[in-house]
């Protein structure tokens, strides 16, 4: 048994000891008649005093929850405590699982899973969904603090739509990239995954279909199962979406909408082609299904000229449009923002009046004083050469392997997708690199159905210094290499031979 | 036609006109054929140009949205716009509201209407669920801000879970509180709203039920009709929500939480007796129902000494306890937190991940810096006194109105709870005080049957100075009076007469 205790805390560590056990006991992992470690071993797997561990198991008995029994030691009792007359119905502790809803059970831990391994020590993470924290402009912000201190303003409630003079300036910025719209059509939202869950919450319940690109952004794919509605997931090519698919499935369900990534895609880099995108609106217009853009990366190309949002194409109001700044900027203050025809952003102002009324006024103001210095245009002109650096690294020490991964060469954004062409297990290699302190996305995460992602990988290359994501690549390099000795390589027509 | 122009905005006034005449269009509230205001009339509206209106209509016209038709002016056309090609198929605009998930036509923007009539002009306004700003620690967040300018670490992503030493830190609070439980227990949240919002996900679906006060904070009512569930108000009286009530509900319905405010109840101000705490938690083990908690207004007492939350009543681990610094130290940052047993903080967690994320780490470091410095209890110190005078003043304006309206003094929280005993319309008293420059809540939005509300308003009196507390309490008596003239008592047993 391991039990979690923080010497930090101000709690004793026996009482952390005994609540910990309750809460196994209470919530029935710990059975009835269930023996305890004995109190040596407990204190030896713990660093504890012997005291300790009998102080903690008195706190369990005095609580109606173990008890002594000769021979065998301390044993966890029956799950109820003596009530206080002889008269009153027992009481059973909680039982919380039938009571939550079916669609939650939906919903996975994966992103947690991934932050908890990644933070382990010193581990070279290839699997951040951020840039350089080196690169946050701290100065800038710093300057701009002085300048105007915090004040009462900064503390009080804001608009549900979001600081005005923000709007203005999110305006400004979406000109910047083609989009042509107004403060009043813009809402300032936690984050643009908070907008990916407005519009799952305003358009699906259980029964109702959902189209996403196959692969997609994860937590899209968490959010959408927690409305119970069924995901469609869209093969993509180089040139994104495939058409085709799209329209044979648009033609069977009846998806409340499209959601796509069209900017330098999460994962697979990929940039919807201009053709591409007046083909989808298309068929979003033939099938009238509505398209939600989600655009992080957009701003983040390394030379590629950019292209017009899908939102910048429809004249006809069919696409909501997310963004953030979390990219380019930095993603600890919740800055994200929705474009969306008046129907849409009503619900959404309604949405955000029942979950948390409005964002942090304090970051709004102080993003807003950043944008209205012009300050977003320096840090790109800081942030892209140096990401368009480490993604020539990145391909260059990948590249020398000759046909161990495959992969495109992205023309911005953060990651590179990558293929290993041999039945190597993704489970052991995940293993095998955390060994080694590495750790990256695994590509089941991102498609509706896992398994289509096993020979996948995700690795970003914009959060590590140069000098580490090296390293984490050639690392990651000899694990696929120890795995996938003595393996034949899956695509016979690549010619490829496995590495000995 | 009345169209909201904006000239501080970037965009060009025509323009801006262009595009709020085409939303209408295209969202179908001007039908084809409709006829658009003349140019003219458009122009003195508007306060604007005749040319520039002429430039709008001819943007619409280029649109093919509107076009001139002899002796009528410019008429909107059919909602098409020419395709591209003669044999492509007409394009419509997109019909929103069938796609909208049934659940979500079930909130209502109250809270929006009544924050924007009280942000008109310099209104005073009873309604607000806030402190005095003037209160606010300004100075001492700046000096922390001086010790510790903004930081990488105060830009990048945190723990979903919270700040750690923030954790310890509303541990500790709650400890002052009579709660004792660990960092680890704890969860921060995007203000306490957040999660009456995650418990309504967790176990809300159409077809359950959920019970709550009768009447309760307007903004749970909303939340709950979001997930389709089913409303049960339970009445209250001066110790609290009625058991016996409360028991045959249980009895009847299988709920699966009770949402109760115990301290200085919203809107009411009632605090829950020791007995009715007890009695209640009886109740919810005897049916096996969870108990949510809602703690905003716990530490606003008056000198009343504070009862324990039911959480530190419950061994049995029934009881999530929510609970926000918005109402003592300032509501800008939102900053709230959970408490509850381990199954309810994992499913919060993965809510946490889908929705925002994690709470804006700026602020979740300064506020941790804050309340490391012990300012809590200074803040505490400096506010009740303020309130409590602030009550004993709105009391006694009130109170001089002999019988006009009827209230409980609150012992500490935001608000006094008054019921008229006239026949006076809601409705009519809300147009009559802002006509005079006052607003207040009208108490139909605290209940799920609004029309139970009829004859009760909440009065904030922490707000405004006290200056204009006054002043807006003797306004509004003197629009009660008005409105009550010639009308007979409701309250027969009372000996009331109308006042003349």
Same sequence: chains 1, 2.
Wanted: net charge neutral.
């Amino acid at each position: 048994m391991r039990l979690e205790i923080n010497r930090e805390e101000a709690m004793p560590v026996y009482l952390q000891m005994a609540n910990r056990i309750k809460e196994q006991i209470l919530s029935g992992i710990l059975p009835e008649g269930f023996v305890l470690p004995p109190e040596r071993k407990m204190a030896d797997d713990h660093h504890v005093s012997r005291t300790t561990v009998i102080k903690a198991y008195e706190e369990l008995k005095s609580l109606g929850l173990a008890m002594s029994r000769v021979g065998q030691g301390t044993v966890v009792t029956e799950r109820k405590l003596p009530a206080t007359n002889e008269s009153d119905p027992p009481i059973f502790p909680m039982s919380w699982y039938p009571l939550f809803d079916k669609k939650t059970a939906n919903v996975s831990d994966t992103v947690s899973e991934i932050m908890y391994i990644g933070n382990q020590g010193n581990m070279i993470s290839l699997a951040a969904g951020i840039g350089d924290p080196r690169l946050y402009p701290v100065d800038e912000l710093r300057e701009i603090q002085n300048e105007r201190p915090i004040d009462s303003d900064h503390l009080n409630l804001c608009s549900v739509e979001g600081y005005y003079p923000l709007r203005e300036s999110i305006a400004q910025l979406m000109r910047f990239r083609n989009l042509s719209v107004t403060a009043r059509e813009t809402m300032i939202l936690t984050g643009s995954m908070q907008g990916i869950d407005y519009a799952a919450r305003t358009f699906l319940s259980p029964g109702d279909a959902v189209i996403v690109e196959e692969p997609t952004f994860l937590q899209a794919i968490q959010c959408f199962r927690a409305t119970g509605a069924r995901i469609i997931g869209i093969p993509m090519d180089e040139g994104g979406i495939r058409l085709d698919i799209l329209e044979a499935q648009l033609a069977r369900y009846k998806p409340k909408f499209i959601y796509t990534i069209p900017n330098f895609h999460n994962p697979t880099g990929i940039t919807m082609s201009m053709e591409r995108r007046k083909g989808l609106l298309k068929l979003a217009y033939q099938f009238q299904v509505p398209i939600l853009e989600d655009d992080p990366y957009g701003d983040i190309t390394f030379g590629r000229e950019k292209l017009p949002p899908l939102k910048a194409l429809d004249p006809y109001g069919y696409v909501i449009y997310l963004s953030t700044l979390s990219k380019v900027l930095f993603p600890g203050l919740r800055i994200g923002w929705v474009v969306a025809p008046e129907p849409v952003m009503k619900k959404f102002m309604l949405l955000k009046q029942i979950t948390d009324l409005h964002v942090n006024t304090d970051s709004q103001i102080l993003i807003y004083r950043y944008l209205r210095k012009g300050l977003y245009e320096s840090q790109l002109k800081k942030i892209l050469p140096i990401y368009k650096k480490k993604r020539d690294t990145a391909i260059n020490v990948l590249g020398k392997e000759n046909g161990l991964v495959h992969f495109k060469r992205p023309e911005g954004g953060f990651y590179l997708w990558c293929r290993i062409p041999y039945p190597v297990s993704q489970k052991k290699l995940l293993a095998l690199c955390a060994d080694q302190g590495i750790i990256y996305t695994p590509g089941t995460v991102f498609f509706p159905q896992e398994s289509d992602g096993e020979h996948w990988l995700r690795l970003n290359y914009t959060y590590e210094t140069l000098e580490r994501l090296t390293e984490g690549l050639n690392l990651l390099i000899k694990a696929i290499k120890r795995l996938s000795v003595q393996n034949e390589p899956l695509d016979e027509a690549t010619g490829v031979r496995p590495i000995v």
